[in-house]
Each structure stands twice: as structure tokens, then as C-alpha cells.
Nanobody
Framework: EVQLVESGGGLVQTGGSLRLSCVAS????????IGWFRQAPGKEREGISC????????YYHGSVKGRFTISKDTAKETVYLQMDNLSPEDTAIYYC????????????????????WGKGIQVTVSS
């Protein structure tokens, strides 16, 4: 059974940094993709950063490109999202998501029918 558990969220000031972690226990890191979605109050959920389970291919939404970095440690079954230069517009619930078939770009652009979702973690950026 695959379980995705996020950690590392919290409150940070504008311009600050946070690193989210997702422990993806049981996920086969030899195929598919894993990444991060977020949902801000009153807005649709959106995929912001995804990477291939094998590594080497990443996708970033335009709103976070250059500020967020996704990475993984397969031995620890963990995916990270380093978030720098945060702004109040980044305030949202962040979800770890994974799928055993999709490439990163497809994972980040798909809202429904994905294999696994975490419960989400709150990130709040104060002005």
C-alpha cells in the first residue's frame, strides 16, 4: 500500500523559505512521477512541480519556476520541495501526489484520476 505523508509546512514571512518533504512509502520509484500540487483559498488545485520517479525530468509551473526546486532521495522514499522567495500568493494547502504511469508534465497538469494523494499541509506566507 502506498502512502504519501507531507511535512515541513508552516508560517513564514514574505521572502522567506520552507522545505516540504513527502515520504512516499511503498511507491515504486522506478516508474511514473511524483510531485506537488497546491490549492489556495477560493482557487482551483494546481500542479506546481513534478519529477520523474527515476529522476532526470522535472516540470515547474510558471508561477514557481526559478523559486522552487523539487528533488528526491529514493533511498529515503522522500521527495522534497525547496521553496524560496515566498510571497503571500504562495499561501495554500500543499499536496504530495504520485502516479505510476504519467510523466512529470502530465502529472502536474492532471487533476483527476491520479493514483495517490497525500492529505496536504498548510503553508502560510505573511506580508
Amino acid at each position: 500500500e502506498v502512502q504519501l505523508v507531507e511535512s515541513g509546512g508552516g508560517l513564514v514571512q514574505t521572502g522567506g523559505s520552507l522545505r516540504l518533504s513527502c515520504v512516499a512509502s511503498g511507491f515504486p520509484f522506478d516508474e511514473g512521477s511524483i510531485g506537488w500540487f497546491r490549492q489556495a483559498p477560493g482557487k482551483e488545485r494546481e500542479g506546481i512541480s513534478c519529477l520523474s520517479a527515476r529522476g532526470g525530468d522535472t516540470y515547474y509551473h510558471g508561477s514557481v519556476k526559478g523559486r522552487f526546486t523539487i528533488s528526491k532521495d529514493t533511498a529515503k522514499e522522500t521527495v522534497y520541495l525547496q521553496m524560496d522567495n515566498l510571497s503571500p500568493e504562495d499561501t495554500a494547502i500543499y499536496y504530495c501526489v504520485a502516479d505510476e504511469l504519467l510523466i512529470p508534465k502530465s502529472l502536474c497538469r492532471t487533476l483527476y484520476g491520479l493514483d495517490y494523494w497525500g492529505k496536504g499541509i498548510q503553508v502560510t506566507v505573511s506580508s
